[in-house]
């Protein structure tokens, strides 16, 4: 559809899990109770980092960087998908379309090398402790902490450009829970070609390294912890990276699921129920493994509440 007399589409309506048969206002409550308890337990890491000295550590300020990005992935996504469910849709410009899809690849870049310098912190302190100190110092911590995000919201616009220049004309209803990339690509009438070339030339720097690099380390860091010779002594160190590997599993777990496998024989529902998995429940998910799991964050939070 390339004619002058196709009408061009300024609005489009992001559907959600449309008809809920009477649940809406129950999935609505729901939804809004998983937005509040996430931005507060990232906010509430990101405190405790902030006020408790004991937490100054690079592990921890990475942990903060997480936190913000899950902040930003929920901020972006929850907002729209509560309008959606309570009133059975939710209209938007397309440039506030495009917009949601642009956070949306950039905190997936910035989360996937953030977990990667975790890995790496992990690897120095578990297989060269000695060096660890000197290694990861103020500088390298700071390079590495805003190094994501530069990556993150620079690189992504190779690939939201093009989009933004797109013609749609295919309809304007989005049968999804966010405008992800897919969706925008099948209303535009233009050439998509460049889109997909993007896509894939920009999955492997992005996405495949850094989840490659996560395994090479943590396959060292299991080497080291299997040369301890006392059982105490390694569930001591386990325990050090356990709640970075929870996170990462959950992460990745759902990244591949989603956009990895391919999604023939999939039903509409089920495409639906994995985004939301990887979108609303690892950023709640993440504050509780680091929280219940972390005896740090325990004693801080001890702390803060006997003040």
């Known amino acids: 559809m390339t004619g002058n007399n196709e009408s061009r589409v300024t609005e489009i309506i992001l559907l959600g899990f449309g008809n809920l048969y009477g649940f809406n206002i129950l999935i609505f409550i729901i939804f809004l109770n998983i937005f509040l308890f996430t931005v507060t337990g990232n906010l509430l890491i990101i405190l405790l980092v902030s006020i408790s000295r004991h937490l100054h550590?690079?592990?921890?300020?990475?942990?903060?960087?997480?936190?913000?990005?899950?902040?930003?992935?929920?901020?972006?996504?929850?907002?729209?998908?509560?309008?959606?469910?309570?009133?059975?849709?939710?209209?938007?410009?397309?440039?506030?379309?495009?917009?949601?899809?642009?956070?949306?690849?950039?905190?997936?870049?910035?989360?996937?090398?953030?977990?990667?310098?975790?890995?790496?912190?992990?690897y120095l302190a578990i297989c060269v402790p000695l060096r660890y100190v000197t290694i990861m110092d103020i500088t390298l911590c700071t390079c590495l902490s805003v190094l994501p995000w530069v990556l993150g919201f620079s690189l992504n616009l190779i690939g939201i450009i093009p989009i933004s220049n797109f013609q749609f004309c295919e309809g304007n209803i989005i049968d999804h829970i966010f405008c992800d990339i897919s969706p925008l690509q099948k209303l535009s009438c233009s050439d998509?070609?460049?889109?997909?070339?993007?896509?894939?030339?920009?999955?492997?720097?992005?996405?495949?390294?850094?989840?490659?690099?996560?395994?090479?380390?943590?396959?060292?860091?299991?080497?080291?912890?299997?040369?301890?010779?006392?059982?105490?002594?390694?569930?001591?160190t386990f325990s050090n990276c356990s709640s970075h590997l929870l996170v990462v599993s959950a992460f990745y777990g759902t990244l591949i699921t989603k956009y990895m496998i391919p999604s023939v024989g999939h039903s509409l529902l089920l495409n639906k129920i994995i985004s939301l998995l990887h979108t609303v429940f690892t950023p709640l998910f993440n504050p509780f493994v680091y929280s219940l799991r972390n005896r740090d964050f325990r004693e801080a939070l001890r702390k803060i509440s006997k003040r």
């Open 57 to 122: 550590s690079p592990m921890y300020f990475f942990l903060c960087h997480l936190s913000m990005s899950d902040i930003v992935l929920t901020m972006n996504i929850l907002p729209n998908l509560l309008g959606a469910t309570l009133n059975g849709g939710k209209r938007m410009t397309i440039v506030g379309c495009i917009t949601q899809c642009y956070f949306f690849s950039g905190v997936m870049v910035v989360e996937t090398f953030l977990l990667s310098v975790m890995s790496y912190d992990r």
């Open 192 to 236: 998509k070609s460049l889109v997909e070339f993007l896509a894939f030339l920009s999955s492997t720097p992005l996405f495949i390294c850094p989840c490659v690099f996560i395994i090479v380390t943590y396959v060292h860091i299991f080497l080291m912890i299997l040369r301890i010779p006392s059982t105490t002594g390694r569930q001591k």
